[in-house]
């Protein structure tokens, strides 16, 4: 039987100057899924192999190849290939080089992540959890709260129900935050960002809150805590360190062998389920990865 | 004669979370001053030398010492003292280490200053040209983008009388900004981040108009551009890199001396003179540094 993962990605793209590209009636809705090649005369993707690819929303696909990647060639059987959607692929690669590259995260230190529960959130948890540092998670359900406890993480709490994240998020880290890793913008941006330390980093991955406007969210100007408390912010994408995805796939699976990952994911069964599967992943349904088993 | 040189600084200070910290009524105003020692019982600084320090608007000070610093040893006769306030001082390292330190500036990038007959746009300008790179500078008046003209930058207009802050952007650089040195905050920000290139670097230096509002101004978050373009926006202050200053004030001189930095000064004369001088400078009547002669 042909394996079909789907996973869904938010479909916002910027150029310059500010404008957003929508998609248009009758293209493919982009997505990326893992795929077991069924026909091939491309030596490189044989018959039976599997490859990871943004082919969109479709069950099968003809491809020249370009850019598909295969799985990692010593992918373990006992570890679902979806998780080359998720802890072991883009979101994963994203968590890790955010925290490491763009951030420069050091033993100790004191972390806020939002949107903790999703794909790249539970993963930037874990893996400063494992480098030492104190974590406190942002997300929007008690049941996300609950994945995040479990996943190790020092503080966390349903954005949602406090009555002032300003409070919640100084009671967490009375000290303030070294680094912030940023995955939804908007409001909690302009709460978060004074609540940083000294010479604090904010990697910027993410603007899920935002993705939806049809106007852009206003926000006070962060510039003047910036200054005075002398803020480093950088947005990041994933592709920048491509060079580096084959070391960094294996350190996360040697993770995830080890235990020290878990990787939840929210599967949604058949084809013609993936717009509800989607629209909720942009509402915050997901627990993990969202994907689509076609 | 006793010389007292009083620079004037803007009093915006803010603590965690954001906020301002106001001066009260009764307290001494703020500034910096070159200053005659004309008794002393301090050997590190002697009857007769000349003192930079930040004590306020006063003609005269008692110090311990504390915080004061004596003109470079070598402070060249022919040079006024006064620029150990602007290009030859504060300013002048400002500049110098937004440039280098925060921005990494290289030759033959394009630069993007704000505020740029300022006391700090003006060097940040002029040290990007001895770098090799082109220069866009945006100020306030007319007389201020012909005195940009003559400082050699490449670009310069008047922000108050173009028809479109993003087309002007846009046309003074086609293919955008690797770099963007702040001074102003506010609207512009918003028009001219979406003006970078991918990767570009944004120094934020100032904010100035912001620093009047009783009400922080709102604006567009920048998030989805920041991670599309893979921007950098780093707030500093100069103190940061303090161990350097002697070095760094010997090489400003040394350009001075080479005629390389324009140094204009906005010279006010008059102790009584000074709350005029300050508001003046808030509302961008002066071209470089503003200065007040006790």
Redesign the interface.
Known sequence: KTLHLIVLLPS???????SRVRMKEGEVMIGTQVAKVIQSINPAFPVGCHVVGRCGWRTHTVSDGTGLTCLLSDWPQDVSMSLALGAIGMPGLTALYGLEEVLGLQAGETLLVNAAAGAVGSIVGQIAKIKGCRVVGSSGSNDKVAFLKELGFDEAFNYKTVNSL?EVL?TAAPN?YDCFF?NV??LF?SVAI??MKQFGRIA????IS?YNDTN??????P???????????????VG?WEHKNPESLRRLMAWKREGKLQCREQVTEGFENMPAAFMGMLQGENIGKAIVKV
Do not use: A, D
């Not at 910027?204 to 603007?207: D, P, R, T």
């Open positions: 916002v793209v910027v150029s310059r100057p500010f300003e100084m303030g940023e913008g908007g941006s004074p609540q910027v991955c993410g603007s935002t852009p969210q206003t926000g006070p100007y510039h003047l805590t910036m200054i005075f408390k002398q803020l480093k912010m950088e947005g990041f994408m920048r």
